[in-house]
């Protein structure tokens, strides 16, 4: 996915009140491209990465536990439930990147609805 392409997704999930932060990463779990910047630490997107490769019963985002609510080759699904920080959605990309947007809980879609439609814009063909 090129930059233009993602900057696109970034406007279409924007259409909805609530995303925080949209990451693409490579398929080695680098960061390609971020929706703005910030302070995440290398180290714990690489781990988020491999709890969602790994299918782990959790992952670990900006020292909040989310909870993995579904994860299988193609999504990721995960709340945080003690702190009421949000919800994470990822589906990997047609190219074989893997597209993460950290949801606020103040937002008219559900979890489920945000994880198809983050699924299906990775999936949408922009050229």
């Known amino acids: 996915m090129n930059q233009q392409e993602f900057h696109r ?4 999930l924007n259409e909805y009140n609530g995303v925080e ?4 990463l490579n398929s ?18 690489k781990s988020l ?7 782990e019963s959790s992952i ?22 003690t702190g ?3 919800n994470i959605a990822g589906s990997i990309t047609n190219e074989g990147d893997y597209l993460l947007a950290h949801i606020s809980n103040k937002t008219e879609l559900t979890l489920l609805e945000w994880s198809i439609y ?5 999936w949408q063909s922009y050229t």
């Open 9 to 12: 997704i970034i406007d279409d």
């Open 60 to 81: 670990i985002f900006k020292n909040q536990r989310y909870a993995i609510l579904k994860n299988d080759d193609i999504q990721l699904a995960a709340i945080n439930t």
């Open 49 to 55: 990465f491999k709890a969602w490769k790994d299918r």
């Open 21 to 24: 932060i949209v990451l693409l």
């Open 28 to 45: 080695e779990g680098d960061i390609i491209f971020t929706s703005k910047e910030t302070d995440l630490d290398h180290t714990e997107i």
């Open 84 to 86: 009421k920080k949000g």
């Open 118 to 122: 983050v699924n299906k814009l990775a």
